[in-house]
């Protein structure tokens, strides 16, 4: 994140050196260009690059030691350490969380009383946890880009469904529903909630069978 800011603050700096001139542009080359030269000339933030890349070193070390990365997260097909990390760190230990509904309230993933998944509403607070759900959103789009791979398949079979479910778009309350991105949108939480109740039950078995293999939350 430290990172991030940076990067930020060097681009605000060259746009506003861009438009402020007079003659309203970079006169020597594009606003990428100057941006590139700061990003390779800047001592701090070239620190934090060196520092992102030893933390990640780090934790791609950890996570390989852990038998829920050997068992379930490694045979998955675009799912690196780091993301992998994403999912296991906010859980934790899996036993914090008895059922699988559990799990997928906390992860987000849960369906609603009224059949829809969950989302931010203006003036409501999220009763889940917006890391693992966005590290879950971020597997999902391993899953669209490659349609050949285990959760690829299940996307697509889940959209398949949907689409004969509800063959035309309708309006409800002046909003499109079921147009092809909220058909595709319906299919990714649907493939996510399938496989949270997956993980629960494979990562509760590498508990039981070892015993001690957790991430520590926080």
Known sequence: KDRIRCEQRLRQRVSGEVFLTAEGRYPEGTIEDEYDRLKANDIILQSLVAEEGRREAELISAVRRLDVWERIFKPLKGCGEVLAAG???????????????????????????????????????????PEVRQALYLLAQQFVYRPESKGGQALRRYKQTLRERHPEPIEVNGKQRYTDGH????????????????????????????????????
Not at 87 to 109: E, S, Y
Not at 187 to 201: G, K, M, N, P, Y
């Open 87 to 129: 999912i296991m760190h906010p859980i934790g230990d899996i036993r914090r969380f008895p059922t699988a509904a559990k799990l997928k309230a906390f992860c987000g993933v849960h369906v609603l009383g009224d059949g829809r998944f969950p989302r931010q509403r203006a003036g409501a607070v999220a009763n889940w946890n």
């Open 183 to 218: 058909i595709h949108r319906m299919a990714i939480w649907r493939t996510l909630t399938r496989f949270v109740e997956s993980l629960h039950q494979q990562w509760s078995e590498v508990e039981h069978e070892y015993g001690t293999d957790k991430f520590p939350p926080g």
